[in-house]
């Protein structure tokens, strides 16, 4: 086969699997609930996290937003899904266009300012433990499962040392 018809079979498969993976993240349930109440789900998540004696991860996200719904699916592999079921008492606060739920955002030092996802965590007693403020889950999509997780433990860590 000559070099250019390979070329280009090669070309052809590559596309084809940049196209079967983006339909396999988009065809994913949106991760954001774009009507929910936010405060509530807060007041909510910090109820049940004093009760189980565990932080609340706050993950600020949009069902647009690509690297958000990478980062939902490499939450749900899982080691990362166990590493947040003990650690964590997980909320996803959906942020729109940048036009909903901003109060919460600037409650906790504008973690979305450097773009999404963007996370949090937050002590039962309210406490910021550690917040993403250079946009670290912004390239989410480039993130493999094994690089969430990884930065998820070291979010732990932060998080503990801070207790």
Request: charged letters at 20%; aromatic letters at 6%; hydrophobic letters at 50%.
């Amino acid at each position: 086969m000559p070099l250019r018809r390979r070329l280009m079979s090669a070309v052809l498969a590559f596309a084809a699997l940049g196209t079967t993976l983006a339909t396999s993240v988009a065809a994913a349930p949106a991760p954001y609930d774009e009507s929910a109440d936010a405060k509530a789900d807060l007041a909510r998540a910090l109820a049940t996290a004093a009760s189980a004696k565990k932080p609340v991860l706050v993950i600020f996200g949009a069902n647009w937003c690509g690297d958000c719904r990478a980062l939902d699916a490499a939450l749900k592999a899982p080691a990362s899904a166990a590493l947040l079921a003990k650690q964590f008492v997980v909320l996803k606060v959906d942020v729109g266009n940048f036009d909903r739920n901003l109060d919460l955002t600037a409650q906790y030092g504008h973690p979305t300012k450097a773009g999404i996802p963007a996370a949090v965590v937050v002590s039962p007693g309210r406490q910021v433990l550690y917040a993403t403020r250079a946009g670290e889950l912004s390239n989410a999509r480039r993130m493999s499962e094994t690089g969430v997780l990884e930065f998820f433990r070291g979010v732990v860590a932060s998080a503990k040392a801070k207790k």
